[in-house]
């Protein structure tokens, strides 16, 4: 069983930023990709940035310009940096990791973002 662990969420202003970890407890490289997922207050959860195993990034449009996924391989982390934080941002923020073949798929327990007006 693989252990996904998030820290890094809290309270911060609107214009404010947040650097989020999810730290695996087994080698990231086994994973065909990881991202994070939020899900806020009565919405569905969705995808707000994915980094594979290659390094192939992508983000949601909303964080587009504003986040930056990365990954550390060393550490098995990945690292969501947020900046220019919004109120709409307010949400709980899931680590996700997969293999794609056969599907295969593990999440954390969530860290929760709340962006101040």
């Known amino acids: 069983q693989v252990e996904l662990v998030e820290s890094g969420g809290g309270l911060v202003q609107d214009g404010g930023s947040l650097r989020l970890s999810c730290t695996a407890s087994r080698s990231i490289n086994s994973f065909n990709g990881m991202d994070w997922h939020r899900q806020a207050p009565g919405q569905e959860r969705e995808l707000v940035a994915r980094?594979?195993?290659?390094?192939?990034?992508d983000y949601e449009s909303s964080a587009r310009g504003r986040f930056t996924i990365s990954r550390d391989s060393a550490k098995n982390t990945v690292t969501l940096q947020m900046t220019r934080l919004r109120p709409d941002d307010t949400a709980i923020y899931y680590c996700h990791a997969y293999r794609s073949i056969p599907w295969t798929d593990y999440w954390g327990q969530g860290t929760q973002v709340t962006v101040s007006a």
């Open positions: 980094i594979t195993r290659n390094g192939n990034i």
